[in-house]
């Protein structure tokens, strides 16, 4: 084994520095060193995303059927009309 004794590669840096705005003029983020978060979702994750869980629709349907029961469920004929229009089934 060989050791070298200039000792490590002097560090270089990963990036050019960014020139610098002038004034009254704002860097963009990037160049100001503000990073942002970014999440892009498949249309089949967003499904599943919107899918209530098994427990939760059981009992969002046990408090419409109790309801429907005791005559107190009541529709609201704009948004039902609202809602067939967006589908398309009107």
């Known amino acids: 084994m060989n050791i070298d004794p200039t000792g490590p590669a002097p560090l270089r840096p990963v990036q050019a520095p960014q020139p610098r705005p002038r004034t009254g ?25 919107a899918i209530e869980s098994a427990d939760e629709r059981a009992a ?3 408090a419409l059927r109790a ?22 089934d009107a």
């Open 25 to 49: 003029e704002q860097a963009p983020a990037s160049a100001r060193g503000e990073q942002h978060d970014r999440i892009d979702l498949s249309a089949q994750a967003r499904q599943l995303a």
């Open 67 to 88: 309801a429907v029961q005791d005559g107190t469920y009541q529709v609201d004929a704009d948004e039902l009309a609202g809602r067939i229009a967006e589908r398309g």
């Open 60 to 62: 969002r349907v046990e």
